[in-house]
T-cell receptor, first 111, second 112 residues
């Protein structure tokens, strides 16, 4: 059974700092990996999708990498802003379409 | 596109009542998913459909839960009878070929 772990559970940084969020998964046979953002009381917003054949994806200040062999993905946020404060969720598709989610990293960017 | 639409956004009901949650997926998406989010268990898949056909319902907690997708633009999740432990946020999501899933705003269900 696929298990997804996100470390740290919470992170507080000053505005402008570059930061890395980590995601690990137990079964390397994945179809894709997706990073989401969730604001309090809101739904999930898709940030980046990395397919199993890809090593990274970039969108603006966000860069996500994937290392299937080690079962790891990282989300890099450059020049963090207070508006980046949210919970970031990593989710893995093992090929059966349904996503297995990590428990998230709660990010607070201090102005 | 309006994105995934869910209704109602909030539902408060008494134990034993029937609850129906509704979802309209993104047009053209052929997969539809129902997830539940709680503090204790995080996000969990309940059921998903492909081309209106249920594919995997192994996450449905028990017979009190049922889901239907009568056409490509509408799905319902029904709980009958509802119990306090069903209190959670229920999300609907849809996807197409690459399975990049797009989530609705969720329905916050409170069963008293």
């Amino acid at each position: 059974k696929q298990e997804v772990t996100q470390i740290p559970a919470a992170l507080s940084v000053p505005e402008g700092e570059n930061l890395v969020l980590n995601c690990s998964f137990t079964d390397s046979a994945i179809y894709n990996l997706q990073w989401f953002r969730q604001d309090p009381g809101k739904g999930l917003t898709s940030l980046l999708l990395i397919q199993s054949s890809q090593r990274e994806q970039t969108s603006g200040r966000l860069n996500a990498s994937l290392d299937k062999s080690s079962g790891r993905s990282t989300l890099y946020i450059a020049a963090s802003q207070p508006g980046d404060s949210a919970t970031y969720l990593c989710a893995v598709d093992t090929g059966r379409r349904a996503l297995t989610f990590g428990s998230g990293t709660r990010l607070q960017v201090q102005p | 596109d309006a994105g995934v639409i869910q209704s109602p956004r909030h539902e408060v009901t008494e134990m034993g009542q029937e609850v129906t949650l509704r979802c309209k997926p993104i047009s053209g998406h052929d997969y539809l998913f129902w997830y539940r989010q709680t503090m204790m268990r995080g996000l969990e898949l309940l059921i998903y459909f492909n081309n209106n056909v249920p594919i995997d319902d192994s996450g449905m907690p028990e017979d009190r839960f049922s889901a239907k997708m009568p056409n490509a633009s509408f799905s319902t999740l029904k709980i009958q009878p509802s119990e306090p432990r069903d209190s959670a946020v229920y999300f609907c999501a849809s996807s197409a070929e690459k399975n990049e899933q797009y989530f609705g705003p969720g329905t916050r269900l409170t069963v008293t």
